[in-house]
């Protein structure tokens, strides 16, 4: 138990386009995702929390009208890089978690983006 | 603010024994988390220390000490596949439970 999946895995687009990603949970409801950006050999920072039905919280530095995400339901939440420039690109990673799982956090395959 | 500290990189033989360390300076703390990545791959989980001492989960343990800020993890009869990056995350008590990830390290494992 515990899936979550990523769609798309990978995705290459020009710069100026915007590109949605989504992340959802298979076999659990998650009342709260979490989006995490990494950079190449570096660690997971994370950029913003989402609830159901909710705004979604950012950490310092994100830029909200940038990284647009919405968690319009228990199990998908996506997020939308607006206007992507080559330094957007990166591996972007979603996690999700429950109440009946506790605070556990269950991690997605990962998504990454090339802007060209 | 919040800091966790990590080594960036360490080389280790295959059948040795290899310890990575983890130091954090958090506001909060609700558990310390361990997971392995492999390169291009999302995290997969090793292991969870909320309370002081040892957990042991087969080749792996993890280490807590909340009083110094302190974990590691131990990876015994290295393999080549262990080759990879370890990730500690500290998990905020406030809020959203939100993860705080350490720096990284990458371990290269030699035959």
């Known amino acids: 138990g515990a899936v979550v999946s990523q769609h798309p895995s990978w995705v290459i687009c020009k710069s100026g386009t915007s590109v949605k990603i989504e992340c959802r949970s298979l076999?659990?409801?998650?009342?709260?995702m979490f989006w995490y950006r990494q950079f190449p050999k570096q660690s997971l920072m994370l950029m913003a929390t989402?609830?159901?039905?909710?705004?979604?919280?950012?950490e310092q530095g994100v830029e909200k009208d940038k990284f647009l995400i919405n968690h319009a339901s228990l199990t998908l939440s996506t997020l939308t890089v607006t206007s992507a420039h080559p330094e957007d690109s990166s591996f972007y990673i979603c996690?999700?978690?429950?109440?009946?799982?506790?605070?556990?956090?269950?991690f997605g395959p990962g998504t990454r983006l090339t802007v060209t | 603010g919040q800091n966790i500290d990590q080594p960036t990189e360490m080389t280790a033989t295959e059948g040795a024994i290899v310890q990575i360390n983890c130091t954090y300076q958090?506001?909060?703390?609700?558990?310390l988390f361990w997971y392995q990545q492999h390169a291009g791959e999302a995290p997969t989980f090793l292991s969870y220390?909320?309370?002081?001492g040892l957990e042991e989960k087969g080749r792996f343990s993890s280490f807590l000490s909340r009083s110094k800020g302190y974990s590691y993890l131990l990876l015994k009869e290295l393999q080549m596949k262990d080759s990879a990056s370890y990730l500690c995350?500290?998990?905020?008590?406030?809020?959203?439970?939100?993860?705080?990830f350490g720096t990284g390290t990458r371990l290269k494992v030699l035959a």
């Open positions: 996690s999700a978690r429950g109440v009946r799982k506790g605070y556990e956090q269950y």
């Open positions: 076999d659990f409801q998650a009342t709260t």
């Open positions: 989402s609830n159901e039905g909710s705004k979604a919280t950012y």
């Open positions: 958090t506001s909060g703390f609700n558990g």
């Open positions: 220390n909320v309370l002081d």
């Open positions: 995350a500290v998990r905020d008590p406030e809020g959203t439970y939100k993860y705080i």
